[in-house]
């Protein structure tokens, strides 16, 4: 029965019935997170917030990291043609490079001071930490990225180490 069911939601769907789950799923986060917003009362300045923010970013960021991925892909490519037989880097830069972006967007008005006024009277704290520490995890997060391609390139050279060394015995013989 489970199987007819499946196979049933599989082929009128298209795609497997737990996306359609997951799918159901976020809408209503989705649905119950606009809900608390218009209970709120402050839907219109979540709505100039959200309607501006997809602009911001297909405008503006979207441009901006689709050059600097094409870039760094074709320097990488450049690399690889010249026979250096490392692996690709692109995505040791992609990942801490996305998240601190992340964190920058998400906390730009502490990290660059910006409610400095506002911060203090509701909280009774300084926002000079915060650059210090967005400094400090991104330099945690690029030192992270680092360690993992040296081990990658460190088990690309041993491999290619071993089959070299199996290519030398097979020519012997």
């Known amino acids: 029965m489970w199987r007819y069911l499946h196979r049933r939601v599989t082929a009128r769907y298209g795609a497997d019935p737990l996306h359609l789950l997951a799918l159901i799923a976020c809408f209503a986060l989705a649905g119950y997170a606009a809900s608390r917003v218009v209970i709120a ?7 100039i917030w959200f309607v501006g ?6 405008l503006v960021l979207l441009p901006l990291y689709a050059v600097a991925d ?3 892909r074709s320097v990488s490519r ?3 043609a010249g026979g250096a ?3 690709p880097w692109t995505n040791h830069l992609r990942v801490p490079l996305g998240l601190s972006g992340l964190l920058l967007l998400v906390w730009f008005p502490l990290i660059l001071r910006g409610s400095q006024r506002e911060y203090r ?4 704290l300084d926002t000079s930490p915060y650059l210090g520490h ?3 995890v991104t330099g945690v997060l690029f030192s992270g990225s680092a360690v993992a391609y040296a081990v990658r390139v460190r088990r690309t050279s041993r491999r290619a180490r071993r ?8 020519t012997r013989r």
């Open 70 to 72: 094409v870039a760094t």
């Open 78 to 80: 450049r690399r690889r």
């Open 134 to 136: 967005w400094l400090l």
């Open 121 to 124: 009277k509701a909280v009774g």
């Open 41 to 47: 009362g402050v839907w219109v300045g979540f709505l």
């Open 53 to 58: 923010a997809a602009i911001f970013h297909d």
């Open 163 to 170: 089959r070299a060394d199996l290519t030398n015995r097979r």
């Open 85 to 87: 037989g490392w692996p």
